[in-house]
């Protein structure tokens, strides 16, 4: 049974920094790519950032490239996203993502497991 686990949101202010992690099992995680997305309210879950099986290659949502940094630790099968900066319109539950397709690494349907969520809330 595959798993994913995300943790580290959480309410802050505007210009703060936030580390989100995401522990995976139950997976091949050495040959899955890596995935954010989010979902604010009213609005449709949108493609965060993602990562390659090595971690070698890094894919960005425009609005988030140069904020957000997303890394990934394939010996404690770990995936992190780091929020720098952050926005009151970046508030939106944050989900992890898991996949073996890789094509765009931006869709959706690339993912096959996905983790519950982690609520992120920034104040202005």
């Known amino acids: 049974q595959v798993q994913l686990v995300e943790s580290g949101g959480g309410l802050v202010q505007a210009g703060d920094s936030l580390r989100l992690s995401c522990a995976a099992s139950?997976?091949?995680?050495?040959?899955?790519?890596m995935g954010w997305f989010r979902q604010a309210p009213g609005k449709e879950r949108e493609f965060v950032a993602a990562s390659s099986r090595t971690g070698g290659g890094t894919y960005y949502a425009g609005s988030m490239k140069g904020r957000f940094t997303i890394t990934r630790d394939n010996v404690k099968k770990l995936v992190y996203l780091h929020l720098n900066n952050l926005k009151p319109e970046d508030t939106a539950v944050y989900y992890c993502a898991a996949g073996y397709d890789g094509r765009t690494y931006r869709a959706s349907h690339e993912y096959k497991y996905w983790g519950q969520g982690t609520q992120v809330t920034v104040s202005s």
């Open positions: 139950g997976l091949t995680f050495s040959m899955a790519v």
